[in-house]
């Protein structure tokens, strides 16, 4: 499963990147927002840090407004995918972006219809917002099951990203359903790689080896 990380700020980018984990990264107006800069630098920065795609949302809700708002996009840089919400004027958007080699992500996935529909218009990326679903206490990974269940029987090529990942478990449950992507942001990328007994293993490693030196000391001393 391929992983990206979800946010706009390029110190998490860079860090990711040197652990040799990220396979893209997904930007929201949100996330954006969240940088203070201007949206087409910053992405020009995060676009030359990754060879992956890197999404980058429109803002119009209107398709002829949001077509022009991605060709723009588009020609930032090479590995830009363009985000597009899940309205009737997105999937417009979408087949006339797909007509025209620029490649989409359709966000705001809330239901297996949606996504067929994203599929059906030749969406690149679908992205099922699942932690959403759990804060209201719904089950969001039913959403990744029937996903890819339906893209399956169909043999769509549009790559399941999963969406508002809020913990480790979420990735697992994906990876086990074989969804393509999961987006993740940094402190659940932090999360993945810590383990308790890990930390407790490496200590006790440590002070046994203590024991090592003191005879590898006394032996030097006691040939002197
Ligand atoms: C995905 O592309 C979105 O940027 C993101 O996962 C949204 O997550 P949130 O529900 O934490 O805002």
Excluded at 45 to 63: D, F, K, M, R, Y
Excluded at 181 to 208: C, M, N, S, W, Y
Aim: glycine share 4%.
């Amino acid at each position: 499963m391929k992983i990206f990380i979800d946010t706009a700020n390029v110190r998490e980018i860079k860090e990711a990147v040197s652990m040799g984990i990220v396979d893209g990264v997904t930007t929201n107006p949100t996330l954006v927002a969240k940088e203070n800069r201007s949206m087409t630098e910053l992405l020009e920065e995060i676009c030359a840090l990754v060879s992956g795609p890197v999404s980058a949302e429109v803002i119009s809700l209107q398709t002829e407004e949001m077509v022009s708002e991605a060709r723009k996009l588009s020609r930032i840089a090479k590995n830009i995918v363009v985000k597009i919400p899940l309205i009737k004027e997105g999937l417009q958007a979408v087949r006339v972006l797909s007509r025209e080699g620029i490649k989409t992500n359709v966000t705001l996935c809330f239901s297996p219809s949606q996504a067929l529909l994203a599929a059906k218009v030749g969406a690149d990326f679908i992205s099922p917002f699942i932690g959403r679903f759990d804060d209201i206490s719904q089950e969001g990974m039913d959403l990744i099951r029937n996903i890819k269940l339906i893209y399956s029987n169909y043999n769509f090529k549009t790559e399941i990203i999963v969406a508002s990942v809020r913990n480790p478990m979420h990735i697992v449950e994906a990876a086990k359903i074989g969804a393509d992507i999961a987006t993740v942001p940094f402190a659940v990328i932090e999360q993945l790689i810590k383990h308790p007994l890990t930390d407790i293993g490496i200590q006790r490693f440590l002070k046994d080896w203590e024991k090592v030196s003191q005879i590898q000391t006394q032996k030097v001393s006691s040939a002197r």
